[in-house]
């Protein structure tokens, strides 16, 4: 039997099926009564011979020379690099390869520790061999994450994306928000202390401070609600009607210091609290746009008579000047006399001497009747 290895192949020689040498490029005759046989191999592909064991092959300390092994654990895998790129990942077993024609590299990676280490090239992660052995997390920049191993807190993690391998350990990364937040209170019924029921709509701002202390607390934001509602009961039943209406900034104060003193126990810095709308009653409704009206019609009342006494007062001043002063009550009655003339859409003259003068005398006599009239009083 005559046979020809390439510079690209390698041969396995069995001989009664059990393995005898690997055969090197060349040219080899065996004799055909015998029970040969050859398994040709291609250089270029992993060392792998069908329904036989790896370790058959191994006790050739020549054929070691011409391959690389690696022994993978149980509790690892192995990146395999040909030619400094990433060609596969393997898991528990054997594995060979000819070291003829390429370069291999292998990354060992324990995976009973998550952490995937430093070293490793972010750019690994791209590949879709590696996909079913990792798990990605990623971290806003107004996030902070929480790293468990099994349930078990390792520490906080900044904004950016980790990647941990898929091993024993169950990986869990618990998000929480840093930005500034806003909790509502909407139509809150409250029984004021001269019991009429209102209706609140309240709001406050907050941010977490210590992440920690709100994961180990469930429905953060719900004890926060009734933390509130608590609050703003106590005070608000404290108060009448009459006192709340005039205390509506001051309710947000009080209750922003409350929510202080016990924004500590829930890892959270409260911001700002305060009153949105008040919400009363129809019939309450009613009776107060009564009484804003009867005020505002007094108020309106007072000035009128205020306006009354200033006018009055005013006239009773010109009439004493007037009175002692002869040339002022002249002016005053010319001043009138052009407001008569404005009046008038045309004038007739009868009898001598012009308008001026005609108009003069007719003051003249009405002042002479009304002088008259004052000396028979």
């Known amino acids: 039997m005559f046979v020809k290895v390439k510079n690209d192949e390698r041969g396995l020689l069995f001989k009664d099926g059990n393995y005898i040498k690997h055969l090197k490029p060349g040219k080899y005759f065996f004799p055909p009564f015998l029970s040969y046989k050859i398994i040709m191999m291609d250089i270029g592909k992993p060392f792998s011979v069908p329904d036989k064991d790896i370790d058959i092959f191994l006790h050739d300390e020549v054929l070691l020379k011409a391959l690389s092994v690696i022994d993978v654990g149980d509790h690892e895998i192995v990146i395999h690099y040909e030619n400094e790129k990433l060609e596969d990942v393997y ?9 003829v024609l390429k370069k291999h590299r ?17 750019s690994t992660f791209r590949d879709e061999k590696i996909f079913p ?20 807190m390792q ?6 994306k980790y990647y941990f391998w898929n091993g024993p350990a169950t990986v869990e990364v618990k998000k929480v928000d840093l930005r500034q937040q ?34 180990k607390i469930k429905s953060p934001e719900q004890q926060i609600y009734i933390l509130l509602q608590l609050i703003l009961r106590e005070y608000v039943g404290s108060l009448t009607l009459d006192a709340l209406l005039n ?20 890892g959270i810095e409260f911001l700002f609290a305060g009153v949105k709308d008040i919400i009363l009653p129809g019939d309450i409704k009613e009776i107060l746009n009564t009484v804003l009206i009867a ?15 200033a006018s009055t007062r005013s006239l009773l001043n010109t009439a004493k000047l007037m009175n002692d002063n002869p040339t002022l009550y002249r002016l005053k009655e010319l001043e009138f006399l052009e407001k008569i003339c404005e009046k008038i859409g045309s004038i007739s003259l009868t009898g001598g001497g012009n308008l001026l003068e005609q108009l003069n005398s007719l003051l003249a006599k009405d002042n002479t009747k009304a002088d008259a009239v004052k000396n028979n009083l």
């Open 91 to 99: 898991t528990s077993g054997k594995y060979a390869f000819w070291n």
């Open 106 to 122: 292998y990354k060992r990676i324990d995976i009973r520790n998550p952490q995937v280490a430093e070293d490793i090239d972010p």
């Open 133 to 152: 052995f990792f798990t990605q997390f990623e971290v806003a920049d107004y996030e902070i994450g929480i790293l468990y191993y099994n349930n078990v």
């Open 155 to 160: 520490g906080t993690l900044k904004s950016g």
């Open 182 to 215: 806003q909790l509502d209170m909407a139509g809150q019924e409250i029984l004021t202390e001269d019991k009429i029921t209102l209706r609140l709509n309240f709001v406050c701002h907050y941010k977490i401070v210590d992440p920690q202390k709100v994961l």
């Open 247 to 266: 205390k509506k900034q001051e309710i947000g104060d009080y209750i922003l210091s409350q929510l202080k003193a016990k924004g500590k126990d829930f």
């Open 295 to 309: 005020e505002k019609k007094a108020q309106a009342n007072v000035i009128t008579r205020r306006e009354e006494t």
